[in-house]
């Protein structure tokens, strides 16, 4: 993902690595860079983490009735 993309709030993505769906929730600017907060699930626990846009990408939305 081009970092000069913006990740609107709410925008669903995951790592290219794998792992779980994440909800973007803020850009973070910070003196190492621009990073993206995102928030997931973890069974019932809410986790949170700042990844460099480089790293993510964005999930397909499921066709409804697949």
Do not use: H
């Not at 993505?13 to 190492?32: A, F, H, Q």
């Not at 621009?34 to 986790?47: D, N, P, S």
Request: hydrophobic share 40%.
């Amino acid at each position: 993902m081009a970092k000069a993309q913006t990740l609107a709030v709410g925008t669903i993505v995951k790592l290219k690595s794998g792992g779980p769906d994440m909800t973007v929730y803020r850009e973070v600017n910070l003196s190492s860079g621009t990073f993206i907060r995102c928030q997931w699930f973890a069974g019932k626990k809410l986790e949170s983490g700042d990844f460099d846009p480089d790293s993510l990408e964005l999930v397909k939305p499921e066709a409804k009735g697949a």
